[in-house]
């Protein structure tokens, strides 16, 4: 991920590309895109781009779920959708598959998948660090708090950005001053008294 942020970084860097709002960034098939990735993609039809990103992250996740058992790859993802759902019969047509990530399923239905998608996109605007790949399965938990508390000031700016775009409502991110004299309790008590 972290590789993957800076090469992007560079190509919206380079184009001046503005990713103030979420809603305006839309994609469409290129020559880097796989027939695999088109198939179901109405030809040169830009879409929202948190589409073909959690189509390809679900793709790639339910198929290493499908043979972790000779590769012994993470099956994260697989084994949370796996529980519910029938990943074999989700893989059996990738058309089928793409179409419902492309054009059928609805972000408020998937709050938790656009968030990442956008905190992952957000972090490519700032500085981009190592701990970037946690902090945007953090962004997934936003849905469930009011108040989410953390010392790390990109990751407030990052959901600050995400925040009102969200397509469900979402807890607010409050920075936690640094603890003084290594007083964690009391910088947490410190930042809910202002909230």
């Not at 830009?46 to 012994?72: D, M, N």
Request: with cysteine.
């Amino acid at each position: 991920l972290v590789e993957n942020q800076k090469e992007q970084q560079e190509v919206w860097r380079e184009g001046k590309f503005n990713l103030r709002d979420l809603s305006m960034i839309t994609l469409s098939p290129s020559e880097e895109t796989t027939a695999e990735q088109q198939a179901g993609w109405v030809p040169g039809e830009k879409i929202a781009a948190w589409r073909p990103y959690s189509q390809e992250v679900y793709w790639l996740a339910f198929w290493k779920g499908r043979r972790a058992a000779l590769t012994h790859e993470d099956t994260t993802y697989a084994d949370w959708v796996g529980a519910r759902v029938d990943l074999h019969a989700m893989c059996a047509s990738r058309e089928a598959f793409n179409r419902f990530w492309l054009y059928e399923v609805e972000a408020t239905h998937m709050p938790r998948t656009w968030l990442r998608w956008a905190a992952d996109t957000v972090q490519a605007d700032m500085k981009i660090t190592n701990g970037n790949p946690i902090d945007v399965q953090h962004a997934a938990y936003l849905p469930d708090c009011e108040a989410f508390l953390t010392a790390d000031k990109n990751f407030v700016r990052v959901l600050d950005r995400i925040a009102d775009q969200a397509p469900a409502p979402v807890g607010r991110a409050h920075r936690v001053a640094p603890a003084a004299h290594g007083g964690i309790v009391e910088a947490l008590e410190a930042t809910l008294h202002d909230l």
